[in-house]
């Protein structure tokens, strides 16, 4: 069974960083549907940034300049740099992959990733940004 495991969420005051990383499969980030999503009580989870299979990104419009999503096959990992963090940024982060084949466009996946078909999803790492 595919695992994906999220690390480095924690509590940061206001223009800090975090950096959070996705332990999964080499099979699973060759997935042309990879990202991160986060998602508060209440609300929608909603796209932060995603990646395709040939390295192309698609970051959300709230987190344009600050975050950074990237990839590393040798050591299996996708990883989300957060950088510049305020406070509306608190959230669970989740990262996700579609392990089937996949053609959508990175863009479409950031925005409607969370109502795709064969999302796997991992459990969560909170981010918690103070004022």
């Known amino acids: 069974q595919v695992q994906l495991v999220e690390s480095g969420g924690g509590s940061v005051q206001a223009g800090g960083s975090l950096s959070l990383s996705c332990a999964a499969s080499?099979?699973?980030?060759?997935?042309?549907?990879l990202g991160w999503f986060r998602q508060v009580p209440g609300k929608e989870r909603e796209g932060v940034a995603t990646?395709?299979?040939?390295?192309?990104?698609a970051i959300a419009d709230s987190v344009k300049g600050r975050f950074t999503i990237s990839k590393d096959k040798d050591k299996n990992n996708l990883y989300l740099q957060m950088n510049s963090l305020k406070p509306e940024d608190t959230a669970m982060y989740y990262c996700?992959?579609?392990?089937?084949?996949?053609?959508?466009?990175?863009?479409?996946?950031?925005?409607?990733?969370?109502?795709?078909?064969?999302?796997?999803w991992g459990q969560g790492t909170q981010v918690t940004v103070s004022s």
């Open positions: 080499q099979s699973v980030l060759s997935s042309n549907c």
């Open positions: 990646i395709s299979s040939d390295g192309r990104t």
């Open positions: 996700a992959a579609v392990l089937r084949e996949c053609a959508a466009d990175v863009r479409f996946f950031l925005q409607f990733g969370p109502s795709f078909a064969y999302v796997t």
